[in-house]
């Protein structure tokens, strides 16, 4: 098995991958409502999608997540979570998993199980019905929810992952630590990104979680531990609830250190950080040949460019996104 070490002496083991670029939502925070999607041809095909996931994998990416855009609407994205699941068959690797918007959950959370998928982060910022659609412009909350009991009852492992929005959900933010943890699913809470064109302002968005954090703790005692994933994430247990509580709050450096984790778009570009445009062409060596050498190489060349932190700041005097591209070209 390979390794994969970037300058700074991080091993890279977690491969985050867009599996399309388009989504069945238009998350204010994420999209605008007019958005222009890729055209088909540039999109790699499932076949593409797996052999470059396997090349990572031989080179020592342990743990993968499909992601978007939304993984669950592209057709036949089933057959791809099976082909990747041979690998952790045959022990190359440790974890499978995705992040959804739960819209298509109730058809295929059976499958995902089977296929060996055994924990997914599903996103949902409120549990009330006419916010979730003010928020997700064309999201039903019952149909996620429903998505969510159907993983549930398929013996999928649940996070839930919710932006925190500024005079949105703010005053949700205590219930659904309850609720989550009623429920025996994790919570995550995000800041939100300067990612992309959208059409509102972020900086109105914006809510640090140093605030929600602060107000949380009225409510609950809250317990560091020492749960980690490399991420940009930092957990506490909840006292109270004794469910766990992730804070992601990019726009810190706090986690750059420890980051091993790249991302692919369903185009074949790797970023090597969320945070900066840097990015190498993984698709032009893929489509050259059918040996996977001048892949490798390009993979090698683009670890050792991955850079030591990222430049995020929400640009108060210009109001213009830190990085052009949307979260649903790399998916978070
Ligand atoms: N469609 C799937 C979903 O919504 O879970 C996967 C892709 S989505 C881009 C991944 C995560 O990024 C979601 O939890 C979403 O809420 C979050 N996200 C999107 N845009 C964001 C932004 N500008 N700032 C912070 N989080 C964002
Ligand atoms: Fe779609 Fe996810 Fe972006 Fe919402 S956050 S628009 S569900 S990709």
Same mark, same amino acid.
Not at 4 to 29: A, H
Not at 210 to 216: D, M, P, Q
Not at 254 to 273: I, P, Q, W, Y
């Given at each position: ?5 970037? @300058? ?12 399309? /670029? ?11 409502? /007019? ?14 999608? /797996? ?78 019905? +006419? ?20 993983? !549930? ?9 919710? &932006?925190?929005?500024?005079?949105? *959900? !703010? ?19 995000? !800041? ?19 605030? &929600?954090? +602060? ?16 991420? @940009? ?6 006292? !109270?609830?004794?469910?766990?509580? %992730?804070?992601?709050? @990019?726009?810190?450096? *706090? ?22 445009? /840097? ?24 670890? %050792? ?15 213009? @996104? ?8 790399? %998916?978070?």
């Amino acid at each position: 098995m390979g390794s994969m070490i970037d @300058p700074y002496g991080r091993g890279i083991r977690y491969l985050r991958v867009s599996v399309t /670029d388009r989504c069945d939502f238009r998350c204010v925070y994420c999209m605008a409502e /007019d958005m222009t999607f890729l055209p088909k041809a540039e999109v790699l095909s499932l076949e593409e999608l /797996d052999r470059l996931c396997s090349a990572f994998v031989a080179k020592g990416v342990r743990k993968l997540r499909l992601t978007g855009g939304e993984p669950l609407v592209r057709r036949n994205v089933m057959w791809l979570v099976r082909r990747l699941g041979r690998h952790l068959g045959s022990g190359a690797l440790d974890e499978l998993t995705l992040t959804t918007n739960g819209s298509q959950l109730a058809r295929h959370a059976a499958e995902l199980r089977d296929a060996g998928v055994r924990r997914i982060n599903v996103s949902v910022d409120t549990l009330d019905a +006419a916010k979730f659609q003010r928020i997700t412009r064309w999201g039903r909350l019952d149909k996620v929810l429903a998505g969510i009991e159907a993983a !549930e009852r398929a013996g999928l492992a649940i996070k839930i992952n919710l &932006v925190a929005l500024k005079g949105v *959900n !703010e005053d949700e933010l205590e219930d659904m630590v309850a609720w989550c943890h009623g429920r025996g699913y994790d919570l995550t809470m995000i !800041e939100t990104m300067p990612m992309g064109d959208i059409d509102g302002d972020r900086t109105e968005q914006y809510l640090p979680l140093s605030v &929600v954090r +602060a107000r949380l703790m009225r409510r609950y005692t809250l317990e560091d531990i020492d749960y980690r994933t490399g991420g @940009p994430a930092r957990y506490v247990r909840v006292k !109270e609830t004794g469910g766990r509580l %992730g804070f992601i709050t @990019p726009l810190t450096h *706090n986690f750059c250190e420890s980051c091993n984790r790249v991302r692919l778009t369903c185009t074949g570009m790797l970023f090597m950080c969320l945070g900066q445009d /840097d990015s190498a062409d993984l698709r032009a060596p893929l489509r050259a040949s059918a040996d996977d050498a001048a892949l490798c190489a390009a993979i090698d060349e683009a670890i %050792g460019r991955k850079p030591k932190g990222h430049d995020f700041i929400i640009d108060r005097r210009h109001r213009a @996104p830190a990085v052009a591209r949307h979260m649903s070209v790399t %998916g978070g």
